[in-house]
C-alpha cells in the first residue's frame, strides 16, 4: 500500500483560500489519475476535483471558477488551489492516486484525510 501525505487544511474565514497538497511517502515509477474527494459530516464522500496524467481536469459542479487542481509529474504531486471558499466546502478532504510503484506494480491509494473548516 503506497503512503499519500496530504498537507495544507486548517481553518479559513468565508472568501478565503487554502492549498493542499499531496504527495506518496515513496518514489513512485508513474502516476496516472490524481484527485481530489472530500466527505462532510452525514454525508457521503464525494468527487471535488480530478487531473489525469495527460492534464485532462474534472471539477464538481460546487468548485468550479474556485477550485484549481494542478499536479507536478516530477514530483508526483497533486494540489488543490481552493479559493472563495465557503462554508458548504467545510469537510474532511481526502486525495486519492493510481500509478505504478518502483516495483512495477500497480497501486490506488487515499490519503489520511485533511479538515478544512470554512466560518462564516
Known amino acids: 500500500q503506497v503512503q499519500l501525505v496530504e498537507s495544507g487544511g486548517g481553518l479559513v474565514q468565508s472568501g478565503g483560500s487554502l492549498r493542499l497538497s499531496c504527495a506518496p511517502s515513496?518514489?513512485?515509477?508513474?502516476?496516472?489519475?490524481m484527485g481530489w474527494y472530500r466527505q462532510a459530516p452525514g454525508k457521503q464522500r464525494e468527487l471535488v476535483a480530478t487531473i489525469t496524467s495527460g492534464g485532462t481536469i474534472n471539477y464538481a459542479d460546487s468548485v468550479k471558477g474556485r477550485f484549481t487542481i494542478s499536479r507536478d509529474n516530477a514530483k508526483n504531486t497533486v494540489y488543490l488551489q481552493m479559493n472563495s471558499l465557503k462554508p458548504e466546502d467545510t469537510a474532511v478532504y481526502y486525495c486519492?492516486?493510481?500509478?505504478?510503484?518502483?516495483?512495477?506494480?500497480?497501486?490506488?491509494?487515499w490519503g489520511q484525510g485533511t479538515q478544512v473548516t470554512v466560518s462564516s
Open positions: 486519492n492516486v493510481r500509478g505504478i510503484r518502483a516495483n512495477l506494480f500497480e497501486f490506488e491509494s
Open positions: 515513496e518514489n513512485i515509477f508513474k502516476t496516472y489519475a
